[in-house]
């Protein structure tokens, strides 16, 4: 009997081996809300590709698929050790980490042991990646803002500032558990309501003051026009993989453990489960769906980007929230960002081609307010600082700035060096032929581009293009010949 | 050939591994310096090659009267500039 003992496991031997097997767990569980969140960018490039003109297709999605060209490395190089190490709003000395992991900030510089292949580490290059997945979604919503006009290489230094440093601030701040706003003032975003898709449209607010509209976009008077995106039929197809996408961003929002309970923590390190999550991120499309659909009348473009808004609406207390105050919420989110949408675009003039300050911006600032609404008293992070009205206000105060005067300044001196906008010429000739000397649909016959008036009528673009174009700077005396032989035709 | 794995054998023990490794070494900071060189070396890049490509684009078209044709014109049988990179499109290459 006794050598029969003496063969079975040990308890160290047990808690060792649970404890492998939870780390693997982990490693694989967020190896796979990676490969689910890649379905954002498929997304965001058919979103953006569908609502772009047909002679802008290319350059629209090349930014994407640069994105991730640009971002990856920088991030990895630059962002991450950000991350790591500024949660007290900077490096504390001697490179120490916050308190509460003391050791985290030494992992996440790009040369350390932890960043390579180690035996002995199953979750820093996971959490790692997840991350970088977080970052390429913060750039990608801005590139939807500036599509058309923007020069390519202009977009990725922007997405590199937004995405390997701002956003990635505002996470060390709010979006740890060791962040400063976090242990101070319970600042509560749970799935990055405001420290993603906030910021981004921010920072996209701030570009968009620089880049100006799209030739033809205001008449004289100042009124708004609508170009028709080539492909509405795309566009919808990318939200919907953006909502796909979601799943898997809102899963890696999360810590997974199997030897602890409940098995699942929130980014602050407090108890949820993914349920709980997936539960309101589902009823928040259907709130959003709901809300977007009657604050547009009906509008195919603005329903499904209302259920977006929606989401993001309640992402921020998404770990804490029953499902019907969700669905509540995320319906009224879905209308603010038609109502805000409709005017930024016909009241402050802002040219954003795809709502994106409306939805990300102004509904991921709204959705922290919420919280400080409908959340207050919610114990925040591991030392369980009660979530506050103060407290979400205190991160909407510390991020606005933080995300707006880096995207303004940025764009401002890219502007001063004319490089961030293409010449009007191939503006409206269309970037593809400057970008790439081809068209990309060559098998299609060209029907005319055409522009929706603020009456409501639609008409053939090319005279109205060409006066806008006619008018800048009081080019050819604002009324070209060729302007003249058009509007013959 | 250069002998780049600094390690005798795989064990439990063994941590951080790879080639030039392990971490915080030489050869670490060497590939991280010449990682970093190649992204900036990019981004200079991608600003350069496009500032050229639409320079040579608006040249033409204030060259070809002063008027573009707006996107809904057929663009006519060709590249309008010379391509300045990707692969040719010409088959007699």
Redesign the interface.
């Known amino acids: 009997m006794q050598w029969v003992f003496a063969q079975a496991p040990q308890l160290e031997d047990v808690a060792t081996q649970l404890g492998l097997d939870s780390q693997v767990l982990a490693e694989t569980f967020y190896f796979f809300t990676v490969v689910v969140m890649w379905l954002i960018h498929v997304g965001f490039m058919a979103y953006e590709g569908g609502a772009s003109?047909?002679?802008?297709l290319m350059s629209t999605a090349m930014k994407n698929i640069?994105t991730i060209?640009?971002v990856t490395?920088?991030f990895?190089?630059f962002g991450w050790y950000i991350y790591g190490c500024f949660q007290h709003g900077g490096p504390a000395e001697g490179h120490a980490g916050p308190s509460e992991f003391p050791n985290f900030c030494l992992t996440t510089a790009?040369?350390?042991?932890?960043?390579?292949?180690?035996?002995?580490?199953h979750l820093s290059a996971v959490f790692f990646l997840a991350f970088l997945l977080f970052s390429w979604t913060t750039a990608s919503i801005m590139s939807g803002a500036v599509i058309e006009r923007i020069?390519?290489?202009?977009y990725?230094?922007l997405a590199?500032v937004l995405g390997s440093a701002v956003w990635i601030m505002d996470a060390a701040w709010g979006w740890s558990s060791g962040g400063w706003l976090v242990t101070r003032f319970g600042f509560h975003d749970s799935i990055a309501s405001l420290v993603v898709h906030g910021v981004a449209g921010a920072f996209a607010l701030g570009v968009l003051l620089n880049l100006g509209p799209r030739i033809g976009k205001y008449d004289l008077a100042g009124r708004a026009r609508t170009f028709r995106g080539h492909n509405t039929h795309l566009t919808l197809m990318g939200l919907m993989l953006i909502f796909t996408g979601f799943y898997g961003f809102y899963a890696a929002c999360l810590f997974i453990t199997s030897t602890a309970f409940p098995g699942w923590l929130n980014i602050y390190g407090s108890p949820t489960t993914l349920g709980a999550i997936a539960f309101v991120i589902t009823i928040g499309f259907a709130g959003g769906f709901t809300g977007g659909w009657f604050a547009s009348k009906g509008d195919p473009f603005w329903t499904l980007s209302g259920g977006l808004a929606g989401v993001i609406s309640v992402s921020a207390g998404a770990d804490v929230y029953h499902p019907s105050l969700a669905y509540i919420l995320a319906t009224s989110g879905g209308m603010l960002a038609v109502w805000s949408g409709g005017w930024l675009e016909k009241k402050l003039r802002i040219d954003d081609a795809v709502g994106a300050v409306a939805v990300h911006g102004v509904c991921g600032f709204y959705g922290v307010f919420l919280v400080g609404i409908f959340a207050g008293g919610f114990p925040t992070g591991i030392n369980n600082v009660e979530s506050s009205f103060g407290g979400q206000l205190m991160g909407m105060m510390a991020f606005l700035p933080l995300a707006f005067l880096p995207g303004y300044i940025a764009s401002w001196i890219l502007k001063k060096l004319n490089?961030l906008r293409?010449?009007p010429?191939?503006e409206?000739?269309?970037l593809d032929?400057?970008?790439?000397?081809?068209?990309f649909f060559p098998e299609f016959e060209?029907?005319?581009?055409?522009v929706v008036l603020p009456d409501g009528e639609e008409v053939?673009?090319?005279a109205v293009?060409?006066e806008a174009?006619g008018q800048l700077d009081g080019r050819?005396g604002g009324r070209?010949a060729?302007?003249e032989e058009r509007r013959r035709e | 050939m250069i002998d780049s794995f600094p390690f005798d054998e795989f064990s439990e023990e063994l941590d951080a591994f790879w080639t030039f490794g392990p971490g915080s070494s030489t050869g670490t900071y060497i590939l991280t310096v010449l990682g970093i060189i190649l992204m900036v070396a990019s981004l200079v890049g991608w600003v350069w090659l496009e500032n050229r490509k639409l320079r040579a684009q608006a040249e033409l078209l204030r060259a070809a009267g002063g008027m573009p044709a707006p996107g809904g014109v057929p663009p006519g049988p060709g590249p309008s500039q010379e391509p300045l990179a990707g692969p040719s499109t010409d088959p007699g290459d």
């Open positions: 003109r047909r002679k802008n640069l060209a640009v490395p920088s990895y190089y790009p040369f350390s042991d932890n960043m390579g292949p180690n035996l002995q580490d020069r390519l290489s202009a990725l230094i590199v490089l293409v010449p010429e191939v409206l000739e269309g032929m400057a970008e790439f000397q081809q068209d060209r029907v005319p581009e055409t053939d673009s090319a293009l060409l174009f050819d070209p060729a302007v």
